[in-house]
């Protein structure tokens, strides 16, 4: 394993001891949510391995960016990691348009199809850019997209 390799094996560790955004944020929450705001739930289930995500988006009066994403699950590494990553990358950058939320779906799904043609850029992904290796095992795409999909239902829902 090379050195790039085992720093990717251990943010995904890292994400998955200590998740962002784990624990679903109550709907009715005075934090920020208010009046008017537009929160939506998905619930995923990968029927192959069993991991679970259930994951809460809140976007803007508006409706025009996401504002923030909680979740809670249970799962593997690759699917835990995965949600704290993406909730993390939200939350750096605080209101993330909802057109700009459809755009990284989109990207993070063709880098994970691609089997390892196709690296997810640490600019654009953050932290998540460590799940470009996990296209080569197909059977570990789900797991990393567990999270990816709830998000775009939630997000087409709000």
């Avoid at 939506?40 to 025009?64: F, H, K």
């Avoid at 080569?136 to 797991?143: G, I, L, N, P, S």
Wanted: hydrophobic share 40%.
């Amino acid at each position: 394993m090379n050195s790039l390799e085992s720093l990717y094996q251990e943010l995904i560790l890292d994400h998955s001891k200590r998740p962002h955004g784990k624990g679903l944020a109550d709907e009715d929450a005075a934090d920020g949510a208010g009046h008017g705001s537009r929160i939506a739930t998905s619930y995923q289930r990968n029927p192959i391995c069993g991991d679970e995500i259930t994951l809460r988006v809140r976007l803007s009066d508006d409706g025009t960016t996401v504002d923030e994403v909680t979740w809670d699950g249970a799962g593997c590494s690759i699917s835990q990691a995965s949600a704290s990553m993406l909730a993390a990358l939200v939350e750096e950058e605080e209101r993330m348009p909802r057109a700009e939320a459809s755009e990284l779906v989109d990207g993070f799904r063709e880098a994970l199809r691609s089997r390892g043609e196709i690296a997810l850029d640490e600019e654009v992904f953050g932290d998540a850019a460590a799940l470009s290796g996990v296209s080569k095992f197909t059977a570990r795409v789900k797991c990393a997209m567990l999270a990816w999909v709830a998000f775009e239902d939630a997000v087409s829902r709000a």
